[in-house]
């Protein structure tokens, strides 16, 4: 699986959409981005994913770049509960395959 | 629906000792997986069963770490004899068969080992 690069912390005020990057330079055609978080003393949360299209659902959107080197994490409007450290994975979708975590981007929402 | 439990929360046990952690998957999800956290580091994957069967123990420490499913429920993840780096938290998650795009986590069960 190709590997990830996230800045280790931002800050986001409440209300205002948070925009969490993720560089993934090596990811080959097959694979695709997923996003998880987990917010403190919690397990870790599924997102969402996506191949090369941009994705949304009800809790965030995915931009991924045309060359598909770089995401975009969009949570539209952060609130308090949003914080949490997010993980950017790069994995291919198959059957069995286990998430690979890097150290993620710990996301602070103040108020 | 309920959600991937784990048990014990929270297990203080000292050097030496024995412990089993428990995992309960959602009804019906045949993949189970059993990562964890310790101080300091990055979340890493142990190993992974399809029903009772481990399809990848790739990520298992050392033969001081036993997990098992049997009947594909439930899992146990024994650590005999406990060492103090086998400290951090313990995640399981599990998956329906054939429907990867996501994995339903548990709370964790964090070990201390003293």
């Known amino acids: 699986d190709a590997k990830t690069t996230q800045p280790p912390s931002m800050d986001c005020a409440e209300g205002r959409a948070a925009n969490l990057p993720c560089n993934h330079s090596t990811i080959s055609g097959n694979e695709y981005v997923y996003w998880y978080r987990q917010i403190h003393s919690q397990g870790p949360q599924y997102i969402i994913h996506g191949l090369k299209n941009n994705e949304t659902n009800e809790m965030a959107s995915l931009i991924i770049t045309e060359d598909r080197k770089s995401s975009t994490l969009i949570l539209p409007h952060a609130t308090l509960r949003d914080t949490a450290v997010y993980y950017c994975i790069v994995r291919v979708m198959e059957y069995g395959n286990k998430l690979v975590f890097g150290a993620g981007t710990i996301l602070r929402v103040k108020s | 629906e309920a959600g991937v439990t784990q048990f014990p929360s929270h297990s203080v046990i000292e050097k030496g000792q024995t412990v089993t952690l428990r995992c309960d998957p959602i009804s019906g999800h045949d993949n189970l997986y059993w990562y964890r956290r310790v101080m300091g580091k990055e979340i890493k994957f142990l190993l992974h069963f399809v029903k009772e069967s481990k399809q990848d123990e790739s990520g298992m420490p050392n033969n001081r770490f036993l997990a098992e499913r049997t009947g594909g429920t439930y899992s146990t993840l024994k650590v005999q004899p406990a060492e103090l780096e086998d400290s951090g938290v313990y995640f399981c998650?599990?998956?329906?068969?054939?429907?990867?795009?996501?994995?339903?986590f548990g709370p964790g069960t964090r070990l201390t080992v003293l």
């Open positions: 998650a599990s998956s329906p068969y054939n429907r990867e795009n996501e994995q339903f």
